[in-house]
């Protein structure tokens, strides 16, 4: 395979000599910008569905757009940079991710807002562009530290992003939260041209299209897959199909690869073993640093009556998480010099050692607000190393032509990391959950396993990191080096040539010795803490059975006779099995005292997964079964037939309790889901029409239709004077013609009453103040709006 030969750049680019401190400042703002995107959406996530009048299904591709094209996004735009300049590409980026803020500030659908999102994802090349750029334009002494700030930009944007952006949001309407998006991108915009120059290194060539368009495809199944799996079921066949797919397509893809002259990834660089084990180590590193984004924001704002939620604010739980950022890029230029001294290796092996430890504080450190900021610090210590050494272990195993393609893969990596660690932590925290009121939220040993998962991954890092290679040395006057380069045969006989151009000088010592060193010890001592921490072990103590009892029923109480309950341990085994009586009682045994995981299903119900502590005495657990039914309609006018929008839609039961709350779309459609068999009542109300209820019979199986006609109401208007001018604080009130008080109002300032929604037929509007005063009043169908009632003192 052939491989292109880096160009200079243009006549006049980066002829001058740049100043080494404006440039890491402006590309490492830069990445910031792009990691508080992302972060900035975090406050609206649970609003969406309203704030777009969607399905929540539907409002969470304003999330997955920016994830899929991020991933499609940044190897692309690393092999453009390579080809046309990195500075060039670094600023499309940013205009496309203005582009994306201003299309989202200014959507309040859903569409547009995907759009806004899946362009904002594009602009996640900055990244890895950035470091490329650092790496042909600065000093090698200055390299280490700036690359460090850079791949710690991520982490950086993220903490700071959180408490900024809950202060938009409470502060401010949404869409503010994109407009300082694209001001931010802007500014960016504004400080590349002026201070970055671009790259001298070009590699030139032809862009490959076709890898680009098959890489693309095998990411996005797999990304998809991995985000909406558990909303799909992780065994459907839409997941299961879409992860075949990715499968077929990345090797046919890959096979592509090797045999194209100019391939987009040039996978024989990528399997070099230093780049190989370093984006396998990215991919635990990108779990484990994204574990704690989702567990402490959660454990802050939970409400206090849990037992182990803080019942913090959104803001409060930004600010806690600030710090984070913070001590990232503090640890950036520690990494450099600890790189500098013991090789970028020691510095990833550190930080998996130190996210480990981190993780493994929050397990039993977790009850006060300065634990979780301690605990974050820890984390974001060990990920800001981490960070800081990869893009220096992959600069030193490539070709400084190949920097951004390769620094965009490394990116992806921790990519794949993170999405794989929300689909994990969300399967948990789902499965583990406790009942609060209506609700069932995360338990604590939920919490406390997702930690547990998080310092296994920061650990399983730390193995792969100790299988990078170690420097070779050739004799006492020979320079170590990495892996060669170029392609081809290399002499034989002592290796003497020095370093890549531009990358950190890497030491001597064996790692991959202290890498065991630390490992083992620390493996088991987290394996002994997560022991020791009550309910995170598959059983409890041995000894005899201990009863867990209670009732299955489902809506409005009823019995569900025939359901299956299992006990299982946490490790997934089954240990105990029973079917509900008719009165839907249910028995089952725990083996011991611990935390086990009570599952009940049943036809016509969703199935339900409760976490259970059994003690010394019985457990008595009731289980409330959802249906599977669902009820859709449409509201629409009597008059006319035109659909009517923003009407509630209320549904009870026989008894009246409330069961579900919705509104109608911009087409008068309705949709309530997980509803039981049976009879219910259907309520609709909108203004401008008269409210109306029905009785509906929700069928056993599959969604119910119900359409429904509001007949429209008559209004009354008018004004209450005296003594020729408005009355304010008049008492009008509306009475029928059978004497029945219908409504009653209060004039404000301007002497004006209003009456809606009435039928047809007489009334009598009677006003006081002064002396009371009534009029008779007749409505036909059509409203009234200038019934003006003149009030005077008696004499007058």
């Not at 950086?156 to 931010?184: E, K, N």
Request: aromatic share 4%; glycine share 12%.
């Amino acid at each position: 395979m052939s491989h292109a030969q880096p160009r200079p750049a243009e006549p006049g680019e980066g002829s001058v000599a740049p100043r080494a401190n404006p440039v890491v400042a402006v590309l490492a703002f830069g990445g910031i910008v792009v990691s508080l995107m992302q972060t900035l959406v975090i406050p609206i996530v649970p609003e969406l569905p309203k704030l777009l009048d969607a399905p929540p299904s539907d409002a969470a591709w304003a999330i997955t757009a920016t994830l899929l094209a991020a991933a499609v996004a940044t190897p692309v735009m690393g092999r453009l940079g390579d080809m046309y300049g990195k500075r060039r590409m670094l600023l499309v980026s940013l205009l496309v991710l203005i582009a994306g803020s201003v299309t989202a500030a200014l959507s309040d659908e859903l569409t547009p807002m995907i759009v806004g999102r899946a362009l904002q994802g594009l602009a996640s090349g900055v990244i890895p562009l950035g470091i490329s750029i650092m790496r042909d334009e600065l000093p090698a002494e200055r390299l280490g530290s700036a690359t460090a700030l850079m791949s710690a930009s991520l982490g950086v944007g993220g903490a700071l992003g959180l408490p900024a952006a809950a202060l938009i949001a409470d502060r401010f309407d949404w869409h503010m939260l994109f407009w300082t998006s694209a001001a931010l991108g802007a500014v960016a915009a504004v400080l590349v041209p002026l201070f970055v120059p671009e790259s001298k290194v070009r590699t030139g060539g032809r862009f490959d299209l076709v890898g680009a368009l098959g890489m693309a495809t095998g990411l996005v199944c797999l990304l998809l897959a991995i985000s909406k799996g558990a909303d799909w079921g992780w065994g459907s066949a839409t997941t299961l199909g879409l992860f075949a797919a990715a499968v077929v397509v990345l090797l046919l893809w890959g096979l592509f690869e090797l045999r194209v002259e100019e391939p987009l990834v040039d996978l024989r660089t990528t399997a070099r073993r230093q780049v190989l084990v370093t984006n396998l180590a990215s991919v635990a590193f990108g779990f484990s640093m994204f574990a704690m984004s989702l567990v402490l924001p959660q454990l802050l704002q939970l409400p206090e009556a849990t037992g182990y939620g803080l019942g913090k604010s959104l803001l409060t739980a930004g600010l806690v998480m600030a710090p984070t950022g913070l001590v990232m890029m503090a640890t950036a230029p520690l990494s450099a010099l600890i790189s500098k001294a013991r090789g970028p290796k020691v510095t990833l092996m550190l930080g998996a050692v130190v996210v480990a430890a981190g993780y493994g504080l929050n397990i039993v450190l977790m009850d006060e607000v300065w634990q979780l900021v301690l605990v974050s610090c820890v984390i974001g210590a060990g990920v800001g190393f981490a960070y800081g050494a990869m893009p220096a272990l992959i600069m030193a195993a490539v070709d400084p032509a190949e920097t951004a393609a390769a620094n965009s893969l490394n990116t992806l990596m921790r990519s794949i990391g993170t999405s794989t660690a929300s689909a994990v932590a969300g399967v948990i925290l789902a499965r583990m959950t406790t009942d609060f009121g209506a609700a069932a939220l995360p338990s604590e040993n939920g919490f406390k396993v997702v930690m547990a998962v998080g310092s296994g991954a920061a650990l399983l890092a730390l193995v792969v990191a100790a299988f990078i290679p170690r420097r070779r040395t050739a004799g006492p006057d020979a320079v170590t080096v990495a892996e060669p380069v170029a392609a081809g045969p290399v002499a034989a006989g002592p290796v003497t040539a020095g370093p890549v151009a531009g990358a950190p000088a890497l030491a001597t010592p064996d790692d991959r010795a202290v890498g065991a060193a630390v490992a083992v010890p620390l493996a088991r001592a987290v394996a002994a803490l997560v022991a020791t921490v009550p309910g995170l072990t598959d059983e409890g103590p041995a000894g005899g059975g201990h009863p867990v009892r209670g009732q299955v029923r489902g809506a409005q109480d009823v019995p569900v006779g025939g359901a299956a309950v299992t006990l299982i341990s946490l490790g997934g085994r089954q240990l105990s099995r029973a079917v509900a009586e008719p009165d839907g009682s249910y028995a089952v045994e725990a083996p011991g005292e611990g935390t086990y995981v009570l599952i009940a299903s049943a036809d016509g119900h969703q199935p339900q997964a409760t976490t259970v502590v059994v003690g010394a005495t019985p457990v008595t657990y009731d289980v409330l079964l959802s249906g599977t039914s669902g009820l859709v309609g449409a509201v629409r006018s009597a008059d006319g037939g035109a659909p009517v929008a923003g009407a509630v839609v209320i549904l009870t039961d026989v008894r009246g309790d409330v069961l579900a709350t919705t509104q109608t779309d911009g087409t008068g459609e309705f949709s309530v889901a997980d509803l039981v068999p049976g009879p219910m009542t259907l309520a609709v109300s909108s203004p401008k029409h008269r409210p109306l209820a029905l009785p509906v019979e929700i069928g056993g199986a599959g969604v119910t239709r119900v359409d429904v006609e509001l007949r429209p109401g008559a209004q009354v208007r008018g004004t209450v004077r005296g003594a020729g001018a408005p009355l304010g604080d008049a008492r009008v009130t509306l009475v029928d013609a059978a004497g029945n008080v219908v409504a009653t109002t209060t004039t404000g300032i301007d002497g004006a009453y209003a009456f809606s929604d009435l039928d047809g037929g007489q009334y009598t509007v009677i006003a006081t103040g002064y002396p009371p005063r009534a009029a008779g009043i007749s409505l036909g169908g059509g409203d009234v709006d200038d019934h003006d009632i003149e009030l005077a003192h008696v004499g007058e």
